[in-house]
């Protein structure tokens, strides 16, 4: 038997090599093709390979591929998070940051320096690593289970609300090199990611295991902005799905409002929760970004997008003609994952009008509202109401809705009972209801509980969301959604 493992693995090691040696000169040219020469053009044979490598065209793709692959690697050298921010705040494209914002950027250095120097043994390049031999570590794990933990561990980042968390991982992803297997996505996103290649992989003994595999090969270094877990499902599936990705080599960049102690607090079955915290914080260098300053709300006002009063919805309509300008309105139907769909009720020229009952008081989910703004770069959005225990599941959906649009740099124009404070000032945590004082008046203070929504996820989150409404509505995130929405035509 220990002949037979032997000779196995010899087996396998001879043909990683080889695999190796082949798919990793092959997709190289395959890439200078593609890129240099400007067309795709995939060759089917190792005659086919040496008949084009002797083109003069392709001659002159290799030298300025290779005067590339210089200026490339110079640039990673010289760059990273820091430097980056450095030069942004001397051009004035961003506010000098506080002392706890400089911290987390020399963390954020410190993890794109690690990253640079084992960038081989981490497997990062898309370029050099085999996918040959890619599908036979597969096969053979088949037959003999084996890990392979990244060298580097990854970053949780967690902070209050406007701190810069996401700006900073967007620096930090943005100066990595573009043919590293790298992916930045939403949490929220993500997950929907994952239940639909659950769905797809029904049927399969360990589909997670599959899934894992699929999301590994695609990106070794998995960014994820706002990890915030409040649905069982996700919860329930995390730990294992984490440890398939780890032990594929994933190394996580991640931010989030909570520390990795406080995710999922109170949440059902919590237990079977709680070995996925300590596999978060084994393979993962967690640090808080203590500041007290919100830089959100910093922006300068802007007026004309949120209106405050109610039975404006004539006014409102007013408003969304004036935006979609000449084109007419139209219900329209959006797809959304697997297969679902989600109708708009009134639709044109990028903008999508909804009364809030529609959008917030139906079984809705991230998902629908990912379709929407993949759909749409602007949403009207038609009495948005004071929440209180009354209409706290629609409170969540407003909460996942806002951060779903600012993920997508959407613009909203709306009415509202109140300012954004006013919308969520019923929505208190456990510890805000214990600090309540009690009212003289017994009947004042049976009002004031049947209007208290006390609920620790929902008034953790609210701050969140004033946050984003108050810079969505700012004058320099208006001007920025203008720009974008004007480049993308």
């Known amino acids: 038997m220990r002949a037979l493992v032997r000779s196995v693995r010899h087996f396998r090691s001879a043909l990683r090599q080889q695999a190796c040696t082949y798919s990793s000169n092959f997709t190289r040219r395959k890439q200078l093709i593609h890129f240099n020469s400007g067309f795709a053009y995939e060759l089917k044979s190792n005659a086919e390979i040496h008949r084009f490598r002797d083109h003069p065209t392709f001659m002159v793709s290799r030298a300025l591929s290779v005067d590339a692959v210089k200026v490339t690697n110079g640039d990673v050298n010289r760059g990273g998070p820091l430097v980056e921010y450095e030069r942004k705040i001397a051009a004035g494209e961003l506010v000098d940051g506080d002392a706890c914002q400089l911290g987390t950027l020399r963390e ?30 597969w096969l053979w794990s088949r037959f003999i289970p084996q890990s392979s933990y990244s060298p580097v561990k ?27 297997r790298k992916k930045r996505i939403h949490f929220h996103d993500f997950m929907l990611n994952v239940h639909s290649r659950l769905q797809k992989h029904k049927g399969v003994a360990d589909p997670l295991e599959v899934v894992a595999g699929e999301i590994s090969d695609e990106a070794i270094l998995l960014c994820l902005d706002e990890f915030m877990v409040t649905d069982v499902a996700d919860a329930l599936i995390l730990n294992r799905l984490f440890g398939h990705l780890f032990s594929n080599g994933v190394i996580l960049v991640s931010t989030s409002n909570r520390a990795p102690d406080k995710l999922y607090e109170g949440g059902l079955q919590r237990e079977l929760f709680l070995p996925f915290i300590c596999t978060l914080k084994e393979r993962c260098v967690v640090h808080e970004i203590a500041s007290s300053v919100d830089y ?5 006002s802007e007026q004309g997008f949120y209106f405050i009063g109610k039975d404006l919805s004539v006014f409102l309509k007013q408003k969304f003609q004036q935006l979609i300008g000449q084109d007419k309105a139209c219900p329209q139907e959006v797809e959304v994952v697997m297969g679902r769909t989600l109708q708009v009720p009134l639709g044109a020229n990028g903008c999508a009008y909804f009364p809030f009952e529609e959008l917030c008081d139906r079984p809705l989910g991230a998902a629908d509202y990912f379709g929407l703004f993949k759909n749409f770069h602007t949403l009207v959005l038609d009495g948005v109401p004071i929440f209180g225990l009354n209409n706290r ?22 009415t509202a009972e109140g ?19 009690p009212r003289t ?35 320099e995130y208006l001007e920025h959604h203008a720009a974008m929405v004007a480049e993308k035509q």
């Open 393 to 414: 599941t629609a409170a969540y959906r407003f909460v996942t809705l806002v951060d779903v649009m600012y993920e997508n740099k959407g613009r909203l124009l709306c």
């Open 154 to 180: 990854g970053l949780y980042l967690y902070g209050g609300v406007g701190t810069g968390k996401t700006m900073l991982m967007d620096l930090f992803f943005d100066q990595l090199p573009y043919s590293w």
């Open 419 to 437: 300012c954004p404070v006013e919308l969520f000032e019923r929505i208190v945590t456990i510890a805000d209801a214990q600090q309540i004082a």
């Open 296 to 300: 959100r709300k910093l922006t300068s």
């Open 108 to 137: 954020l250095q410190r993890l794109f320096d690690e990253l640079v120097e084992s960038a081989d043994a981490c497997r990062l390049d898309r370029y050099t690593a085999s996918e040959k031999a890619g599908r036979s570590r």
């Open 441 to 475: 008046s017994s009947r004042s203070r049976k009002n004031d509980d049947s209007d208290l929504c006390v609920d620790n996820e929902l008034g953790f989150a609210k701050d969140r969301t004033i946050s984003r409404l108050t810079e969505m509505n700012s004058k």
